[in-house]
Structure formats: C-alpha cells, structure tokens
C-alpha cells in the first residue's frame, strides 16, 4: 500500500500557495506510506540553454559548494546552487549528457534524482510527517507538485527506492501498486541501453515511459501502451513539465480520487487528502476510470 | 437530534457512542458532519438509529449495518456497506469499488454511480444504483438483487449464483455463466416495489433481467461429493 496525491494550479495567481496545500495533502497519505516519502516540484524555471539538475546524497553535510564548483569550472559560468536537507539543486550551462558524465567521473557517489528546466524531486526515508517538516514544503511555490507515501512492498526501505521517479526530463512517476513483469522488462529496456538505479519496480514504469517516448511517442500514447506492456497492478501519476496526468491499470484496484475546480485539479489515492483544499466541498469529484489517460495541462 | 462534528471526536468514540445505542429504538436522530473522507465511519450499527453524514466519507462507512437508517449526503470511498445485515444505507452522490459487498440484508441505495465490483458475493441484500456501476459487479453473488438504472461495466455476474440482476442501459459484457433472462410479470411487480422503497424514479418495465445459466462445475449434480 502506498499514497500518491497531486495537485495541479491552474492560475499562475495561486502559485505562492502550492507548498501550504501540498504539505496537508502529503501528510494525510501518512498512515498508507509510513516508510518514507518523496515529492516532485515545478517552479523557478532554469533560463534557455541551462540545465537544472537536482543531486541527492546521504551525507547530510555533504560538500555541495565542491561539485558546483567543479561544475562551473567544467562548464563556463555560475553554478546556482540550492541545498535542501539532503539534496542540492543546481543550474548549470551544460547539456545533461555532459553533466551526467561529468558527475559520473568526478563524483559517483552522487545521485541524480531529476533533470530538467523546472522540475526538482526529493525523497527521503521515514515518516511522511518528518519529511515535510524537514523540507519546509508548506513554503514551497510552484505550478504544480506530486507526492508519495511509501509502504514497501517489492523492495528495501531506502531513499533510492522511494519515488517519485524520475522518467526523463521534466517528467516523474509516482506509482501505488506492483508491478509483476518488472524483471523481464527490466532487462529488455536494459538491452536498449538504459540503465537503472534499484531492483524497484515502479523504476521500471518509469524507464518504461521514459523508453517509449525517446522511440517518438507522446506520453499519451506511452501511458495507452503502458497498459498493455505492464503486468500488475498500479494507480499512477505523472508529472510533466506543464501539467499532470493519472492513470489506473484496468482492474483498478488501487484507489483514486480526482477532484477539480476552475483553481486547480487534485488527484490522491484518497479524498481525505483533498478534504481540506479551498473549494473542495463544491468541487467536481470523481473516481479516474480504469485503463484511463487523464492529462491536464495549462497550454 | 444529536450532532457529532468529527474534527472534534474521533472515529472510535462516535462509533462509540452509536453501538451505545444498541437495543434503543432510537428515536433520536444522529447527525454527523466533518466527515472529509475519513474512514469507518457508523459502522458496526446495530439499532433502528437514523444517522446522516454531511460530506464525502472514506473506507468502510456503514459496514456492518443492523437496523440502522444511514444516509450519506455526498460520496463514498470503497467498500460501502460492506456484509450490511439490515436496515438502509442511501449515498446520495457516489460510491467506490465493493459498494454492499457481501451484503445479507438490508437495501442500500446508490443514487449516482458506483464503481467496480459493486454487490461481490451479495447474498441477500437489495442494492439499487441510480446511475452506473463499474467492472465485475455482482461477482460470486449468492442472491439478492442488484438494480442499476444505468449501464453496467465488463464481466457483469461473473460465477453468479442465485442472485438477480436488472440493469436498464448496456451491460458492457456478462462474466462467466451469467445470462439474460425472462422478465415475468412478477419480477416487475417486485421491481416496482424495490424501486419505489428505494426512492429511484424508474420504470420498472425498461429494465432486462440477468442471473446464473447454473453451467460451472459447482452447478453439476455429479461433482456434489467434491464439496
């Protein structure tokens, strides 16, 4: 069992409240996800050509100021570097294959949990709770986020196992449920060249999504295929750079609640966890139907 | 009328206080507001209490219903009135997957939609849904009727035992050994009586009738030793 929620602001307005509404949304999934918790944000968009990176290692007293140094070195100009708790965010003028094999060879030890202009993803072990504390997500401001709680099922209780996941630039996977095929397609996307971080299953979806949109297929259309190449059971929800979009396998037995107003569009394995958003007594709910692409986006 | 706001009192003592109840004739109606989805709530009632919930609720509201009149003015989370023995539970907007599953008695009213599996392994309840219900309805149902108003979703009574099925709309396909059958007279005699004690407005002429064709291995006399 785990929880998965998301919230998506329609107006640029309403931005500065992302994290004060984010943080009850992620703590009332608590009690389906005690093991740990992660969450992906959207904002302050890295300028054109630049590229934002998001570092996690465990050492919470890691030397940040040492890669963002090394990266501004490598890559001609000011890294800008934001730490948080056990995560550093950096912006740098570099592609993401070279900053990739650049962390690589100067840092192994140092992983990437998100690429992209405006994404940003942390995650951490233990309660869901102390995580938020910990991140200060209530201040947090934003377009739009995803979060999870994190039971374990298929796999050790780690910071890499927990999602989100990331599924390529700008893009995540939170995922509530387990997939059974996980292994054989792990290998078949491995034997394309990809590579991945744990034996978790959801890592798989998300390399999955990540695989089929690299061959040329809009994330609609890898989410449709998803349902047939994916064995198991899953509620997902994805972010992207602009918008959300949900989807359950097609016996659906992993909840999901949607709700929407001319604000914003929450999703979460539970209403409890949308209960307290402004306008939520008179919004539009409705349980995402199986086999189902929803997608939301503001362009 | 006796209010009970659950941002102030937890699950565990309102569901207290109503088992309190217990052998009353409840003449006191229970009101209960500030539900936001919270689960478990009125359950395990076991007096002619008449409780309304103001708002959505989570998991479990209302299971084990004995007596008890139990309205929900908004949505449900799943497992709605799950094993019901008696009494009513009416949900006036919607509800999630194993609505009234392996419910024994009782009528519980769905006056929206609900999801899948609504009525699994009903054995002798009255489910009536106003508007749709999802996949695998009326799986393993023992007996008992299950009414929607609307369409039913994919594997509709698949393994059915003995229970009826009426549906009004499409029926996105009938699972294993369920068939559509005869509508008699008497059957929409019974139909208009359910439907009129449900409170739904519907012609009890417009809906077809689905039950077991009594083909798997457990309907054949010569497999009566294996059990």
Redesign the interface.
């Known amino acids: 069992m785990c929880g998965i929620v998301g919230l998506f602001l329609k107006q640029e307005s309403l931005e500065p409240s992302l994290g004060e509404w984010l943080e009850p949304m992620l703590v009332a999934m608590a009690d389906r996800g005690p093991d740990s918790a992660g969450f992906a944000i959207y904002h302050d968009p890295a300028p054109d050509g630049a590229l934002k990176l998001t570092l996690y290692h465990p050492d919470a007293g890691f030397d940040w100021e040492a890669i963002a140094e090394g990266l501004g070195t490598a890559f001609a100009g000011n890294v800008n570097l934001h730490v948080r708790v056990t995560h550093a965010v950096m912006v740098v003028n570099a592609t993401e294959s070279e900053a990739r094999a650049w962390l690589r060879r100067h840092f192994p030890d140092v992983r990437i949990t998100s690429v992209g202009a405006e994404i940003e993803i942390y995650k951490e072990k233990g309660l869901p709770d102390d995580v938020a504390e910990s991140y200060a997500i209530r201040h947090l401001t934003g377009s739009h986020a995803l979060a999870h709680t994190r039971m374990a099922t298929e796999s050790a209780v780690t910071t890499e196992h927990s999602h989100p996941f990331s599924t390529g630039r700008d893009l995540c996977l939170v995922h509530n449920g387990s997939l059974s095929n996980h292994n054989r397609l792990r290998s078949e996307l491995e034997r394309h060249g990809m590579t991945f971080q744990t034996d978790n299953d959801s890592e798989v979806a998300a390399g999955y999504l990540t695989h089929r949109m690299a061959e040329g297929a809009s994330l609609e259309e890898a989410l449709q295929s998803s349902l047939d190449d994916l064995d198991g059971f899953f509620t997902f929800a994805i972010g992207t750079r602009d918008g959300f979009a949900v989807l359950r396998d097609g016996i659906?037995?992993k909840?999901a609640?949607l709700a929407e107003t001319d604000q914003w569009v929450a999703m979460a394995s539970?209403?409890?966890?949308?209960?307290?958003l402004p306008g939520a007594?008179a919004a539009q709910?409705?349980?995402p139907?199986?086999a189902t692409v929803y997608a939301w986006s503001r362009n | 009328m006796i209010t009970v706001d659950l941002n102030r009192v937890d699950i565990r003592e309102l569901n207290q206080r109503l088992h309190d109840q217990n052998g009353d004739d409840g003449r006191t109606p229970w009101r209960i507001v500030g539900p936001d989805g919270r689960h478990s709530i009125a359950v395990g009632l076991d007096a002619t209490l008449t409780v309304t919930v103001e708002g959505h609720v989570g998991y479990y509201c209302a299971g084990m219903n004995q007596h008890a009149h139990v309205t929900v003015n908004g949505h449900a989370g799943p497992g709605l009135a799950e094993n019901m023995m008696s009494g009513t539970v009416r949900v006036t907007g919607n509800a999630s997957q194993g609505a009234g599953a392996s419910a024994h008695g009782g009528l519980l009213v769905i006056e929206g939609d609900a999801s899948s599996r609504c009525g699994i392994s009903l054995k002798g309840g009255d489910i009536v849904v106003g508007g749709s219900v999802g996949h695998m309805s009326a799986f393993m149902a023992q007996s008992g009727r299950l009414v929607v108003c609307g369409d039913a979703g994919a594997g509709l009574g698949d393994s059915i035992y003995e229970a009826e099925l009426y549906v009004a709309g499409s029926v996105g396909g009938l699972g294993a050994d369920c068939v559509e059958k005869d509508v008699t007279d008497d059957h929409r005699t019974r139909l208009t009586q359910l439907l009129c004690r449900a409170g739904i407005d519907a012609d009890a002429g417009s809906f077809r009738r689905y039950g077991s064709a009594r083909t798997l291995y457990n309907f054949h006399v010569d497999h009566a030793g294996a059990y």
Not at chain 1, 270 to 276: C, P, W
């Open positions: 659906a037995c909840p609640v539970e209403y409890r966890s949308i209960a307290h007594s709910i409705w349980e139907a199986p």
